[in-house]
Nanobody, 121 residues
């Protein structure tokens, strides 16, 4: 199993970035997937998660209305569209997959390598 995240970088406050995560080894329509982030000195936490069926989606309160999780089943790739970025969104972002939908990192067995997002104010 491999998850390859990309798309991070430097953005100005109010700007946008789109993260991508190419998955191999399991199919996105059978596994829950999520985006998590970890800022320096803080615990890793869920940004957005979605069930394998796509029926249920979670967003942490601070990103609601600004971030959108999506999947391309044919490409087995997941995305996180991040708009109206704020300085507090600065963190390393990780994609993850697991057999059970949850919002805690420990529920996800497979992890990408992380991609740095830095938002300047």
């Amino acid at each position: 199993v491999q998850l390859q995240a990309s798309g991070g970088g430097l953005a100005q406050a109010g700007g946008s970035l789109r993260l991508s995560c190419v998955v191999s080894g399991f199919t996105l329509d059978r596994y829950a997937i999520g985006w998590f982030r970890q800022a320096p000195g803080k615990e890793r936490g869920a940004v957005s998660c979605i069930t394998g069926s796509g029926a249920s989606t979670y967003y942490t309160d601070s990103v609601k209305g600004r971030f959108t999780i999506s999947r391309d089943i044919a490409k087995n790739t997941m995305y996180l569209q991040m708009n109206s970025l704020k300085a507090e969104d600065t963190a390393v972002y990780f994609c993850a997959g697991g057999s059970h939908y949850d919002t805690v990192p420990s529920a996800y067995r497979y992890w990408g390598q992380g991609t740095q997002v830095t938002v300047s104010s």
